[in-house]
């Protein structure tokens, strides 16, 4: 049964920083592209960066240069380093999963991920 569960969420002025975890109960976790993606209120899901097994990463052109993706397989747990937090990264945010070794071209796109988590709040004042 696989489930992945998200922490460190909450609430911090913008210009901070957060650090979400996501416990992954894959096997093996290294076999697995991983991502995140986040939902603010009125919009749709969107993927904002992605790590695939040989640890390469992709991000949105709006998180670039402030979020940073690592993944720990020893330990079954994704990342996301969130610095320089702006009002406008406000939103629920989701680890995902799909049993492949590549993240490939669809890395945003929800539909290829077939592991999601329940998400954890970021709200940015």
């Known amino acids: 049964h696989v489930q992945l569960v998200e922490s460190g969420g909450g609430s911090v002025q913008a210009g901070g920083s957060l650090k979400l975890s996501c416990a992954a109960s894959?096997?093996?976790?290294?076999?697995?592209?991983l991502g995140w993606f986040r939902q603010a209120p009125g919009k749709e899901r969107e993927g904002i960066t992605s790590?695939?097994?040989?640890?390469?990463?992709t991000y949105a052109d709006s998180v670039k240069g402030r979020l940073i993706i690592f993944r720990d397989n020893d330990k079954n747990t994704l990342f996301l380093q969130m610095n320089s937090l702006k009002p406008e990264d406000t939103a629920l945010y989701y680890c995902?999963?799909?049993?492949?070794?590549?993240?490939?071209?669809?890395?945003?796109?929800?539909?290829?991920?077939?592991?999601w988590g329940r998400g954890t709040q970021v709200t940015v004042s």
């Open positions: 790590i695939d097994v040989d640890g390469f990463t």
């Open positions: 894959l096997n093996p976790t290294s076999d697995y592209c």
């Open positions: 995902a999963a799909r049993p492949n070794r590549g993240c490939f071209g669809s890395w945003q796109t929800s539909g290829a991920f077939d592991y």
